[in-house]
Nanobody, 120 residues
């Protein structure tokens, strides 16, 4: 399977914005962003199913936007109003199903991730 490749992470101050990208995704299936902070479980952040329906974790609703470019096979995560609780390693993931959930065990392809650090 094709390796997913994330980019766009970095360090920002609280209130700032970042845009993450994930290359090589297959828009015919569910794609999602997860994150994992030190000492915490990996959690789903946002997903986009085959039909373009987004879902968000409650903690990021209204601040994060997931989108994709089907031609470029790229998934995006636009993040604004970042706060220190958003600090984590962010992963792009592919689920071989049309619809999405936030169960990481149901995703079969993962990128290496990109670090997002938000300082207060």
């Amino acid at each position: 399977q094709v390796q997913l490749a994330e980019s766009g992470g970095g360090s920002v101050q609280a209130g700032g914005s970042l845009r993450l990208s994930c290359a090589n995704g297959d828009s015919d299936y569910c794609m999602a962003w997860f994150r994992q902070a030190p000492g915490k479980q990996r959690e789903g952040v946002a997903s986009l199913d085959r039909y373009g329906t987004p879902k968000y974790a409650d903690s990021v609703k209204g601040r994060f936007t997931i989108s994709r470019d089907n031609v470029e096979k790229t998934l995006f995560l636009n993040m604004k109003s970042l706060n220190p609780e958003d600090t984590a390693h962010y992963y792009c993931a592919q689920r071989w199903a049309y619809y999405c959930n936030f169960d990481p065990t149901s995703f079969g392809n993962w990128g290496q991730g990109t670090q997002v650090t938000v300082s207060s």
